[in-house]
């Protein structure tokens, strides 16, 4: 009979090795199992949006329809990007005089079209001397609706509308330049034919 031999010891290197390793598995395992449920729930999300949106563009009509006439006549309008034509835009930046870390940026746009745009957005950024962006900034020239001062309104037919505003640019500012990123043009609803008046013979 053999005499017994202990079994050899498991070095502190190998049983951190193995530790290590089955930290990894787990881990991967959970990430795994994380990933697929996410993808489960976002695939049901993406149901449920889409099933919202097709109801809100078949309810559409009827919500309108439902809305005050102020507000109701906001959504009678469409992109219209080629009406930029129409448009004469001046916007220039200058340093506002209390304070060298602000520049004050000018805008003015001249409507030369026969249309209402009821959306004007332009994206300003002031240029340092070099050409480098510093500041950037959406000016909202025309809205659909009059609120505030942040809310100009449309902006008529033949009409000009200026506007203000302060950027921070602690360099100070050597050019601005612009572009439009929203036009919005007001389309107005086929009036309803009007019913013929019969005519009456007064003596």
């Known amino acids: 009979m053999h005499p017994h031999t202990p079994g050899k010891r498991m070095s502190v290197f190998t049983a951190i090795a193995l530790g290590i390793s089955a930290i990894a ?18 695939d049901q999300k993406a149901d449920t949006l889409i099933g919202t949106a097709q109801m809100l563009l078949e309810e559409l009509p009827a919500l309108r329809d439902a809305l005050p006439p102020a507000l109701a006549d906001v959504l009678n309008d469409e992109r219209r990007p080629g009406y930029v034509e129409h448009l004469k835009i001046e916007v220039d930046a200058r340093p506002y005089p209390t304070r060298p870390d602000l520049t004050e940026t000018s805008i003015t746009v001249v409507n030369d079209g026969d249309e209402v745009i009821s959306t004007l957005a332009l994206r300003v950024v002031v240029l340092d001397e070099t050409g480098r962006p510093i500041s950037a ?8 609706l009059a609120i505030d001062n942040d809310w100009r309104g449309p902006l008529m037919p033949g009409s000009t509308r200026r506007a203000t505003n302060m950027q921070y640019c602690p360099r100070g500012a050597g050019s601005v330049e612009y572009e439009v990123t929203e036009l919005r043009v007001w389309k107005p609803e086929e009036a309803a034919p009007t019913a013929p008046t019969l005519a009456t013979n007064t003596h």
């Open 137 to 144: 900034n959406t000016e909202y020239v025309a809205t659909p």
């Open 25 to 42: 598995i787990t881990c991967i395992v959970s990430a795994s199992l994380i990933a697929l449920y996410g993808m489960h729930i976002v």
